[in-house]
């Protein structure tokens, strides 16, 4: 990002005569913030950094298991339906909303609307409930990383080596606690800058590694099965669980729902086009989770000898396939793999880590008027402490479950399954009727058409908030047991 000290011509047009006094100020506000906020050095700049925060383990880690555990092709089908519908309009909407009120999520809904400004709150609540387990996950990553590193990564592909690490008191804490502090190190000193530099070479490499190790695993004998499981949508295992579970994946993946593309879109430039920017992010973000797709559940696929039942093996999915494939490659090139491998994930979320820290360091700072070393250090504690009981849910305290689910997942469901889709479907409200289409759409066409435009509005002020709403509602009654589908 760069400092930008010419204020944007659109603003400098603005009629302040023909604004009430509110506006006025509220557009000076965003004049005085922009300043400060600086933008982002061109589309490119934009596009790279809001990938950045999108790809991360919810790519990586999450999208394999879930499309695992609900039916492989079916899933497939299901999230890329709505990612091309639902997920485009959104991300357009949020984008949108942030450079055009020039403000966080936060502010972002209370500029335009005082009566919103709970809907910035909800929006706050979500990475704060995401940050702590994700960081849990990226503690796992990092042991992996770690395991190969010192050349133990043999032992890594033994059947139990996954179990008896999370369930481990310790450990798991540990690497967590490192995990989470790298990330704050970064958002303490500000080298941000420096991380999105080396992403542009780090991330191409992971999407390079990852074809690679894909085509190998495609090769193993057996693999052809698991490819016909991921790839076939079979209809039969199609049900309104797939739907909520791939749109709260949608969600989580491309960092919907939460604020941050509004974030994001507050530090894009007039002059950048958004819904190309957004063609180009979704198109990344979704290749990567379908590739991620391909090179786990195959493998996964062979090494369960083709039962689909222990593929759903959860949020070990990935831990447990990938050590068995690198295993392939002998100790030495296994080894060296593994450690690449494991490396490269370790940096896409901490990336997306870091994305998140920032967003919650930002909130605290708006809220309670905080310095900004004074919140990373509260955040910090703050994640710390959350992620404690979601660590220790998969061995001392994996007595406590609900619906069998472990403590991590429980986060994950509140925040995925519940929280997201209610802010993405009061944000499809707040944009389609309270603040209107148009005042959206004409933000978007400062700078040439938008051909999506009449599909944007059918979408966003119809089809997205009936279908969440329905979507929430049946599985909520499903939850309570009311009826089962
Ligand atoms: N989108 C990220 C991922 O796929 C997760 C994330 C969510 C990151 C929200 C930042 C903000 O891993």
Redesign the pocket.
């Known amino acids: 990002m760069e400092d930008n000290n010419t204020p944007q011509t659109e603003e400098l047009q603005i009629n302040a005569a023909s604004k009430s006094q509110g506006e006025t100020a509220a557009l000076q506000e965003n004049l005085v913030e922009k300043k400060k906020r600086g933008s982002f050095t061109g589309k490119i700049g934009f596009v790279l950094a809001a990938a950045g925060?999108?790809?991360?383990?919810?790519?990586i880690w999450?999208f394999p298991y879930l499309a695992a555990k609900y039916g492989g092709g079916i899933f497939l089908l299901t999230y890329i339906v709505l990612a091309l519908t639902f997920g485009f309009v959104l991300m357009i909407a949020e984008i949108t909303l942030g450079r055009k009120t020039g403000a966080s999520a936060i502010n972002a809904f209370k500029k335009l609307n005082k009566k919103w400004a709970f809907l910035g709150v909800l929006c706050a609540v979500i990475?704060i409930i995401?940050l702590p387990y994700?960081s849990v996950i990226g503690g796992w990553v990092g042991k992996y990383f770690f395991t190969f590193l010192t050349g133990s990564g043999a032992s890594a592909a033994g059947d139990s080596y996954f179990n008896n690490f999370i369930s481990s008191p310790w450990q798991p804490l540990l690497f967590f606690a490192i995990f989470v502090t790298a990330a704050f190190v970064v958002v303490i000193f500000g080298v941000e800058k420096g991380i999105e530099k080396v992403s542009k070479f780090l991330m191409p490499a992971l999407v390079l590694l990852t074809i690679g190790v894909t085509i190998y695993a495609l090769t193993m004998e057996g693999s052809a099965e698991g490819v016909k499981y991921y790839l076939l949508p079979d209809f039969k295992k199609f049900s309104i669980k797939t739907v909520l579970a791939a749109l709260g994946q949608l969600f989580?993946?491309?960092?919907l729902a939460?604020g941050?593309m509004i974030t994001y879109g507050s530090y894009m430039k007039k002059q950048d086009k958004i819904e190309s920017s957004v063609h180009q992010i979704e198109i990344f973000d979704t290749g990567i989770a379908l590739l991620s797709g391909l090179m786990i559940i195959p493998a996964a696929y062979t090494f369960s000898g083709g039962n689909p039942e222990t593929l759903g093996q959860g949020p070990g999915l990935m831990f447990v396939a990938l050590p068995k494939v690198f295993a392939k490659f002998g100790t030495v090139g296994g080894g060296i793999l593994g450690t690449l491998f494991f490396a490269l994930v370790l940096f896409a979320?901490l990336t997306?880590a870091i994305?998140?820290m920032e967003?919650v360091v930002s909130i605290v700072m708006d809220k309670f008027h905080l310095s900004r070393k004074k919140s990373s250090i509260i955040v910090y504690v703050g994640t710390l402490l959350l992620g404690i009981p979601s660590s220790l849910g998969f061995g001392v305290w994996s007595a406590v479950s609900v619906g069998g689910m472990t403590i991590l997942d429980m986060f994950d469901f509140l925040s995925n399954s519940v929280l997201m889709p209610i802010a993405a479907l009061l944000t499809c409200v707040f944009i389609g009727y309270i603040v209107g289409c148009k005042n959206i759409t004409d933000e978007i066409e400062l700078n040439g058409a938008f051909k999506f435009k009449k599909f944007f509005n059918v979408m966003i002020r119809y089809v997205c908030p009936i279908c969440i709403a329905a979507i929430l509602v049946t599985s909520i009654l499903d939850v309570f047991g009311v009826f089962n589908i």
Do not use: D, E
Request: proline letters at 5%; a positive charge.
């Open positions: 925060s999108a790809v991360g383990l919810g790519n999450r990475p995401i994700y989580y993946s491309m960092s939460m941050i979320a997306s994305s998140l967003t």
